[in-house]
């Protein structure tokens, strides 16, 4: 790992081990949990952001999947009849141990994913309180300055979120030169 990013000091600790796959019934269970009528998965997540502890401006937070070995913003299926705001604070709460207090909704991004039509609505989210802690959907977090998180993400399609949040934060939250 590169001595010059910005990482959460929990994320020294070394990965949990990982899970076993899941069977082919908690898969179909899950997807059809989260599935709408016209078999598009619904999903849910936050850009995550903080003001930076270590110089002006604010840091983006972005986490790795080891199943995937990704970087993406925190997101996740919603449950059968959630509300997809309440699923985006919880997948943050689930993968990256912090509470966050939810700001302007983002655009939504859409793609296939095992060949099935998936939607993620998206939410600008500042970080109050909590601390990260390694689990077998998460290893790692790292909070990155705008520019370094949007190289660091994996997919194409979630590098626009971070210029959404951007433009979306009030006058003077941004990136201070």
Do not use: N
């Amino acid at each position: 790992m590169d001595p010059a990013e910005h990482q959460d000091p929990a994320t020294a600790a070394s990965a949990a081990p990982a899970s076993p796959a899941p069977t082919p019934a908690s898969t179909s269970a899950s997807a059809s949990a989260s599935a709408s009528a016209d078999g598009t998965v619904r999903a849910a997540g936050c850009v995550l952001w903080r003001r930076s502890p270590r110089s002006p401006g604010l840091e983006i937070c972005l986490v790795h999947r080891p199943k995937y070995d990704d970087w993406s913003h925190p997101k996740g299926k919603l449950e059968r009849g959630e509300d997809p705001l309440a699923g985006a604070l919880r997948e943050v709460a689930e993968e990256t141990g912090y509470a966050a207090a939810p700001g302007a909704e983002l655009p939504t991004v859409r793609y296939l994913s095992d060949g099935r039509p998936k939607e993620v609505r998206y939410w600008a989210a500042a970080a109050t309180t909590g601390a990260f802690a390694p689990s077998d959907e998460v290893d790692r977090i790292l909070w990155l300055a705008p520019d370094e998180a949007r190289a660091r993400l994996t997919r194409p399609l979630d590098r626009p979120l971070v210029d959404a949040l951007l433009a979306a934060l009030p006058p003077g939250t941004g990136p201070c030169p």
